[in-house]
């Protein structure tokens, strides 16, 4: 978070992504070994998932002077991505991964995003994710109860303001 010198920003921003397209696609190319258990294997494609979306904020980004979206659905609307991803659920039926407002419930497969402003402009996020397994997860907002989330990813601008995740939910 303290690197300033533009060049090693820029290296970092770089290698960075491309560490992150490496491991979308050695994920999605390489049988993932997550448990047997369907749902283990659903929260594997829930993370997965994620970083793809992941990707396409960092995409905007790139096109927007590193400023991200005020609002995810932009990644769609302006084509970062075609669609939101899907998983399988256990009955073999295709669930979309939506986002949502953040609240402590075990809202299977879908995901929140949550935009981290430095004066008027967005210049980070939260990305998390719910998983399907009753239990699992973990307790983002800090109040001491499970909030179901199995995976919480964050921007590669080395500027965002460094604001812990509870405190944007307490908000
Ligand atoms: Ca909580």
């Known amino acids: 978070m ?20 490496a491991a979308t696609v050695c994920l999605l190319g390489c049988p993932v070994s997550t448990g047997s258990h369907p749902m283990h294997r659903i929260n594997g494609e829930i993370k997965t998932n994620l970083r793809a979306i ?4 960092e ?7 590193g400023v991200y979206p005020e609002d995810v659905s932009e990644v769609i609307s302006e084509g970062y991505m075609d669609a939101w991803p899907t998983v399988r659920d256990p009955d073999g ?5 939506e986002p949502i407002e953040f609240e402590s419930a075990p809202n299977h497969g879908m995901f929140v995003y949550v935009p981290i402003r430095s ?8 990305l998390m994710a719910y998983g399907t397994v009753a239990g699992d997860g973990m307790d983002v907002d800090g109040d001491g109860t499970n ?14 303001p460094d604001i812990p995740i509870a ?3 307490g908000e």
């Open 167 to 169: 405190d944007l939910l």
């Open 147 to 160: 909030d179901h989330i199995i995976e919480v990813l964050d921007g590669i601008n080395t500027d965002t």
């Open 93 to 97: 039926a295709e669930m979309t991964m």
């Open 119 to 126: 004066d008027d402009a967005v210049m980070g996020y939260y």
């Open 2 to 21: 303290n690197q300033r010198n533009p060049i090693h920003l820029l290296i970092g921003r770089s290698m960075t992504l491309g560490f992150l397209l």
């Open 54 to 57: 992941q990707i396409g904020c």
């Open 59 to 65: 995409r905007y980004a790139s096109d927007n002077d």
